[in-house]
């Protein structure tokens, strides 16, 4: 959470097919505490902030709707709590503690409820002093600067597997100090903790966050992101540009998912979770599974968009072509085959062809062309002629027949 960010790097970089990208800068080889693949789940964050009914029941609640929706089998499997949930101040030896009034069964039983679930269970702070949300007179909940090796025990002892880090309130302390304090400590607690960096791209951490002695599993590119079309559209300009440092288990991660939140249309969040898919981001629902629309809730289902984001290739998806308002972005995919997502930015409809040139294919060969919204296949040169929608996308699988 923050307020503003300065410009990110917007430089263009040359398509790369597979090959290319392999014999690219080295990649960090993932931890044990990273899997390789972008992570999927849930986040109270975008639907509740710190009102009254984010506690311990809800958590649990939706846990149970991981089940009983499908969404367990769809791959999402992090169920993650946000700011608020800890006590205003620690406790006399200095540990975290839950809000007594929030959770009073403890984290703890807590993350056993969802691990019964075959789910895992991800928690929050903030490399500062305090974390972003002010509790009272400007002051937030206790922060993890200076007690980075205590609150990763602490993590470990209650059986968390994820940690949500902020940047509020950081004494102007040097990012990779703070981050990589935290990060050492996590890996000296014992417990395979995967380590989401939310920095906001002030201090470009896709340089660094992903490499020694930091090694997070994602890092945010981005500021917040807002329940809003204006809101979806620079943050995704902003994230497109940076695909050439994510790496199998490194991801960039520009926020979480609005889907279902009632600030955009269907449309428009079908093309949020396309572009989300093809940039291999964090998949990390934001809206209360328990009230969910089943437009939404379709949505988040697609396990062929889902497909696109969890190919084991682990190769964030490149832009071609960003001219006029229309998007084109080509990811390739571990069988030989290409997702392309067609986006249009703009208000209005347009016409839009894409040559199989474009796209990295060669001419006069015969493909399969998915269209993985519509769920058909047809087959043709690999060229695709569609009319998009206002801020609409389209999203296809093309591979040799």
């Known amino acids: 959470m923050k307020d503003s960010i300065p410009s990110l790097l917007r430089a263009a970089v040359p398509f790369v097919f597979v090959a290319a990208i392999a014999a690219a800068a080295t990649p960090v080889r993932a931890d044990a505490a990273t899997p390789a693949l972008p992570q999927m789940g849930f986040n109270n964050w975008n639907s509740t902030h710190c009102r009254d009914e984010f506690d311990e029941a809800m958590i649990r609640g939706i846990a149970d709707k991981f089940i009983g929706l499908g969404l367990r089998d769809a791959g999402y499997r992090y169920v993650n709590i946000d700011d608020c949930w800890a006590n205003w101040q620690r406790d006399k030896d200095g540990h975290l503690q839950p809000n007594p009034k929030r959770f009073p069964g403890g984290i703890k039983a807590l993350a056993e409820y969802i691990h019964q679930h075959g789910l895992k269970f991800g928690l929050y702070s903030s490399a500062g002093v305090s974390t972003c949300e002010p509790l009272q007179e400007n002051r937030g909940f206790p922060g993890g600067l200076g007690h980075e090796k205590d609150d990763a025990a602490t993590f470990a002892s209650w059986d968390v597997d994820y940690l949500k880090y902020d940047n509020c309130n950081n004494q102007k302390v040097d990012a990779h100090q703070r981050y990589t304090a935290m990060a050492e400590a996590l890996r000296g607690s014992g417990r395979t903790i ?138 390739p995919l571990k069988d030989g085959s290409r997702a392309v997502a067609v986006f249009n930015e703009t208000d209005a409809a347009h016409d839009v062809t894409v040559t199989a040139s474009e796209l990295g294919l060669k001419a006069g060969q015969s493909y399969n062309v998915r269209d993985l919204w519509a769920h058909a296949q047809t087959k043709g040169d690999g060229s695709i002629k569609t009319e998009l929608a206002a801020h609409a996308t389209v999203m296809y699988r093309i591979g040799r027949r």
């Open 194 to 331: 995967f380590f989401s960096m939310c920095e906001w791209g002030e201090n470009k951490p896709w340089l660094w966050a992903g490499k020694p002695p930091v090694g997070a599993g994602s890092w945010r590119t981005t500021g917040d992101i807002s329940d809003n079309y204006a809101s979806m559209l620079k943050i995704f300009k902003e994230n497109v540009v940076l695909d050439r440092y994510a790496s199998p288990g490194h991801w960039n991660d520009p926020d979480m998912l609005e889907v279902g939140n009632g600030g955009m249309t269907d449309l428009e969040y079908r093309s949020h979770f396309s572009l989300w898919s093809i940039m291999a981001a964090p998949l990390l629902i934001g809206t209360d599974l328990r009230t969910i629309k089943p437009d939404a809730l379709q949505i988040l289902l697609n396990k062929e968009v889902i497909a696109v984001d969890q190919d084991p290739l682990g190769v964030q998806g490149h832009q071609v072509r960003d001219t006029g308002g229309i998007h084109v972005i080509v990811k």
